[in-house]
């Protein structure tokens, strides 16, 4: 069975990744979310309702856990660009 990522919610400063397999993953880091993203995304996931109010999950404001999401995928892109995809 191949793993993949089902759910990503926002907990205690951090983004935690829930798996098919119903492990979990989570970070703080870009970098470390960026490869967790790279290995493990689909175009199947959701994502927890706490990611729209992550200060109530230790994030500085409500949109701090999407931003942090959002600078991992944007890193991820643009090793896409430098590297032509590998």
């Given amino acids: 069975m191949t793993k ?3 759910f990503i919610s926002a907990d205690k ?10 492990s ?3 970070s ?3 970098l470390d979310i960026a490869n967790i993203l790279s290995e493990y995304a689909t ?3 959701a994502f927890s309702s706490t990611m729209e109010f992550a200060k109530e999950e230790g994030f500085e404001k409500n949109d ?8 991992a995928v944007r890193f991820n892109q643009n090793l896409d660009k430098l590297f032509g995809g590998l």
């Fill in 24 to 26: 979990e993953m989570s």
């Fill in 43 to 45: 175009r199947d996931f």
């Fill in 4 to 6: 993949y990522i089902k």
């Fill in 64 to 71: 701090s856990a999407m931003a942090l999401y959002n600078k």
């Fill in 28 to 30: 703080n880091r870009v």
């Fill in 13 to 22: 400063g951090k983004l935690l990744f829930t798996f098919n397999d119903k």
